[in-house]
Nanobody, 125 residues
Framework: QLQLVESGGGLVQAGGSLRLSCAASERTENYYAIGWFRQAPGKEREGISCISSNGGSTYYADSVKGRFTISRDGAKNTVYLQMNSLKPEDTAVYYC??????????????????WGQGTQVTVSS
């Protein structure tokens, strides 16, 4: 069974940057779309970005568009989320997940079958 492990979270000041990694236990390129989600305390989980299995298509929620960039490295079985210009409202636990289906319209969690354990991102003001 596919396993995903997130890393790269931490504490950063507003305006700073972090790069999250989602490492897979097996090859995902050309097999799985990868999505990034986040959940802040007391809020619903939000799908913020996804990348198609071949890396040719990406989606960003309005809340992160222009600040976050998703990419994948097939040789490393890893998907990255580069987060720039971070804001306190970006504070959340960030999760990556894998799906056999890529949706260009959003990141619906019901499409995703495999989930990582999450990594905490805290942005101080």
């Amino acid at each position: 069974q596919l396993q995903l492990v997130e890393s790269g979270g931490g504490l950063v000041q507003a305006g700073g940057s972090l790069r999250l990694s989602c490492a897979a236990s097996e090859r995902t390129e050309n097999y799985y779309a990868i999505g990034w989600f986040r959940q802040a305390p007391g809020k619903e989980r939000e799908g913020i970005s996804c990348i198609s299995s071949n890396g040719g298509s990406t989606y960003y929620a309005d809340s992160v568009k222009g600040r976050f960039t998703i990419s994948r490295d097939g040789a490393k079985n890893t998907v990255y989320l580069q987060m720039n210009s971070l804001k306190p409202e970006d504070t959340a636990v960030y999760y990556c997940a894998a799906s056999n289906v890529y949706s260009p319209l959003g990141v619906p969690s019901e499409l995703y079958d495999y989930w990582g354990q999450g990594t905490q991102v805290t942005v101080s003001s």
